[in-house]
């Protein structure tokens, strides 16, 4: 194994006792700030989509002076946005049984008992106000006729607990925390960097100080400072080229800061998401992900025959596998993503796809009705492949949508470097082996607004640090490590793009390292990468300066860090035996092909830690603790 | 399928529309891909590519934005540059790519220009006042559905800057309007409704945008179809809190 073991962890700082007052004891232990010297406490957030944006609003009405930063051109553009389905709250407001204990055991269950359970109590916890808070800001979501609003269900969940805006929640939760982030730049509370990059961390003494980012516009390389660092800056999916995050979405400030000392947790945790448009073909840029939600009304086939070539409307009923139905008749068509997924892959092909059928919901509630609920989604899949759902059955395939794995962190959302907090998509944190849909932006919008604001003061009461400046050895070091790697990005003026390097490594890790995993391929993939990380610093043609604006070096830097990640990746999935989740080791399953977990050898956190390229990474095994939840088999049938 | 792509290069303070011929292209491409097959090829043959803004791709982000001959976000109705499939283009098609063109949307290379302008017009007051920790239960107010309807209808505005390029004043009152008309509509957003009005548009006309004389040329531009009756409102708001205490 490439790998050697390191000492466990031992403190995840989780309070002690009743798991329904953790939350509550841990705040009020916490160390305060008091207002007035908050005015002299900084922090740097990076990232501004559900959990940066927020954050950075949160904290500069809490009085601290915050600078904040994202590659895009305004903050509102950040991936969150693209967000579809919704967000969970455990409201109960339909009566249906649902509380913050079932939200908590579902979440739970549904990532497969790889979960801290302490982390995902508070999560449940706290959804409830997210909702209060999104209201109260105007967010707009779907409402009743009565004015209240209106909930529905998805994967992994028995309850209508979902609260939703259209197709678009992402986008009207972002715009929300958005504009409580412009209310404070307009304040002189936050002081906002668009188009500006983290290209590395600044560690001082131990602490997390700053980081050093290049100005996207004018090339510039400078360095902030502050008290703390706040990640915020979302998953890794796009390592596999096509996913459906944005097209810039990258892992270089959490790699970076893995790089420095921060461990990285369940790496091969990735989320493939069951329902994506195909890929039609090789300029394919990227993937768009139809949303969870429409598997409330459309049902999930595929013709019981596969060579069957005739169009999907012309098949009978008599001669279609509702596979989804048949299989899981409890949950049906919404079971979780990453079982929907997988017996996506293993009745159909990427070629052929499956079908989502509204034929039924639209007899039975009307056009006018599905057009309401699901019309934006209609019209973004027609304007894609020129179809129309609601005369032909949708054809989808699953595609990567999410990483569970992330930066270690500790109950406080902090990681293994003093001073730097990880929050978001970024972290490991909430969901486990599986995210359920809907969870990510409750994930977001929790550690944003209420966690990291209730705890950061426990750290920055120790504030004023010893003061850094670019003088420092250890400043002067990581700019000169970032100019360096712009300069040699740039003079290797080789023969391929970053394009096609991109491409190889994601068909790669895709086929090796994607819906299902196995040690011959994963080894595989261990001993290519290396060879095409070579082959990319060899052979890369980076055109222009790295004194202005020059997209193709900004995509140069993060392919860079992805040949990296995706090495730990594959490490992971290798080193973990078992199937849980969305890991899916073909070693190990049960007699029907499902996922056989194995808790008697990795109920643990995988948290690593770097040792250099091409190094063998230190594995630090977080136990899991269940006392709440009983990990059993999962069963959705 | 073949297009002749005539795209405006831009390093520095001015620039010019450059001919290329992408033949290897196919209708199932959106436009961007399109120029993602230029770009790789301009890249191999040791040129620079064509800058240009894009991040979800999926029509919801509002970073990408150009015209496509002459028109925002090209020739189909309600879609995004992304989201625009060269289906929608005959083989040998002759088509003129530019940025946006107005005076406070500064090109900063190539169709990459400066949107931050509307940024700051948010900033001046399009939000409602909620601290995180000051709310009170989502149930306390039930909002009509038909009005939580008008404020999703103008909230869902991407923020692409279409409606300025297509205004013949260079006029963002449509993205001003939008902002107003999502909070203004709802009962969150009634203490700060007319003081939002006044100061958004403060900001917009202190920016450089120019004055609204109902074209409806934003209407027609926007990807998300924002009405334009969202101007009216802004407009009513804006007379009120002209017409009434200054405080208010």
Known sequence: MPYTEGAPISDQRVPAGPIETRWDRRRFSARLVNPANRRNRSVIVVGTGLAGGSAAATLGELGYRVKSFCYQDSPRRAHSIAAQGGINAAKNYRNDGDSVHRLFYDTVKGGDFRSRESNVHRLAQISVEIIDQCVAQGVPFAREYGGLLDTRSFGGAQVSRTFYARGQTGQQLLLGAYQALERQVAAGRVEMHPRTEMLDLVVVDG??????????????????????????????????????????????????????????????????????????????????????????????????????????????????????????????????????????????????????????????????????????????????????????????????????????????????????????????????????????????????????????????????????????????????????????????????????????????????????????????????????????????????????????????????????????????????????????????????????????????????????????????????????????????? | MKLTLRIWRQSGATGRLVEYVVDDLSPDMSFLEALDVLNERLITTGQEPVAFDHDCREGICGMCGMMINGMAHGPERATTACQLHLRHFRDGDVVTVEPWRAEPFPVVRDLVVDRSAFDRIVAAGGYISVPTGSAPDAHATPVPKPDADTAFEAAACIGCGACVAACPNGSAMLFTAAKATHLGVLPQGQPERYSRARDMVAEHDAAGFGGCTNTGECTSACPKGIPLTTIARLNADLLRAHTTRSDR
């Not at chain 1, 120790?462 to 003088?471: C, E």
Request: charged share 25%; proline share 6%.
């Open chain 1, 207 to 637: 602490r997390a100080r700053g980081i050093v980012v290049r100005d996207l516009v004018s090339g510039a390389v400078s360095t902030h400072f502050a008290d703390a660092v706040v990640l915020a800056t979302g998953g890794y999916g796009n390592v596999f080229h096509l996913s459906t995050n944005a097209k810039g979405c990258n892992a270089t400030a959490i790699w970076r800061a893995h790089r420095r000392g921060a461990l990285f947790a369940n790496p091969c945790f990735t989320q493939i998401h069951p329902t994506c448009i195909p890929i039609s073909g090789d300029h394919q840029s990227k993937l768009t992900l139809m949303s969870e939600s429409l598997r409330n009304d459309g049902r999930v086939w595929v013709p019981r025959d596969p060579h069957d070539t005739r169009a999907p409307n012309d098949i009978p009923e008599a001669d279609r596998d509702y596979f989804l139905e048949r299989m899981y008749p409890a949950f049906g068509n919404l079971v979780p993503r990453d079982i929907a997924s997988r017996a996506a892959k293993n009745i159909s092909d990427e070629k052929r796809g499956v079908h989502l059928d509204f034929a039924d919901a639209i007899a039975r509630l009307g056009t006018p009705a599905v057009e309401q609920r699901y019309g934006n989604l209609f019209e973004m899949y027609q304007r894609i492949t020129g179809d129309d759902p609601y005369r032909t059955p949708m054809r989808i395939y699953p595609a990567v949508h999410y990483t569970m794995g992330g930066l270690w962190v500790d109950y406080d959302l902090r990681s293994t470097i003093p001073g730097l907090y990880v929050i978001g998509e970024a972290n490991f944190s909430d969901h486990g082996a599986n995210r359920l849909g809907a969870s990510a932006l409750m994930q977001g919008l929790a550690d944003g607004y209420f966690v990291l604001p209730g705890v950061i003061g426990d750290y920055l009461a120790d504030a004023p640090f010893d003061p850094v400046d670019d003088h420092h050895p250890a400043v002067a070091d990581t700019v000169s490590e970032v100019r360096g790697r712009v300069k040699t990005l740039l003079a290797v003026d080789g023969d391929r793009t970053v394009e096609s390097f991109h491409r190889e490594l994601g068909r790669l890790m895709w086929d090796e390292c994607g819906m299902e995993r196995n040690e011959a391929g994963l080894r595989k993939a261990l001993e290519r990468i290396p060879e095409l990380r070579e082959e990319f610093w060899q052979r890369v043609k980076v055109p222009g300066t790295g004194e202005r604006l020059n997209q193709e070096l900004e995509k140069a830097g993060r392919v860079a860090d992805f040949f990296e990640l995706a090495e730990l990746m594959c490490v992971d999935a290798l080193h973990r035996e078992e199937s849980c989740g969305g890991h899916f080791r073909s070693e190990s399953q049960t007699p029907d092909g499902e996922a056989l977990r194995d808790d008697a050898n990795f109920s643990y956190v995988a948290a690593w830690e770097y040792t250099g390229v091409g190094q063998p990474p230190v594995l630090h095994k977080e136990e899991l603790v269940f006392e709440h939840v009983t990990p059993s088999t999962r069963s959705y049938s």
